[in-house]
């Protein structure tokens, strides 16, 4: 059985700094195309980076050069480094992992459409 679980969020004013975690079992975690997506309220949930087997990333326009997706094979765990943070970063964000997904830069295009499993989420707050 594949989890996901997430940890990392919390609130922070503008300028601030989180890194998000991401530990996955039931599955071999080095295979699959791993993700962080958004959800802020009224809005649909955005890719935020990605990170396929092959190591390579993309990010979403908006986290480029503050963001930072990375996967420490040792302790089985990802991470998002968030730098700089901006009101419009609030939101929940998901942990996702899919092993059919074999690109990072067409997984964040799908916005998690075609990722299979989720994490419960965690929460990031930036106040201005």
């Known amino acids: 059985q594949v989890q996901l679980v997430e940890s990392g969020g919390g609130s922070v004013q503008a300028g601030g700094s989180l890194r998000l975690s991401c530990v996955p079992s039931g599955y071999t975690y080095s295979t699959y195309c791993m993700g962080w997506f958004r959800q802020a309220p009224v809005k649909e949930r955005e890719g935020v980076a990605t990170?396929?087997?092959?190591?390579?990333?993309a990010y979403a326009d908006s986290a480029k050069g503050l963001f930072t997706i990375s996967k420490d094979d040792a302790k089985n765990t990802l991470y998002l480094q968030m730098n700089r943070l901006k009101p419009e970063d609030t939101g929940m964000y998901y942990c996702a992992a899919d092993p059919v997904v074999t690109n990072a830069r067409y997984g964040l295009g799908t916005r998690g459409r075609d990722f299979d499993y989720w994490g419960q989420g965690t929460q990031v707050t930036v106040s201005s």
């Open positions: 990170i396929d087997s092959d190591g390579d990333t």
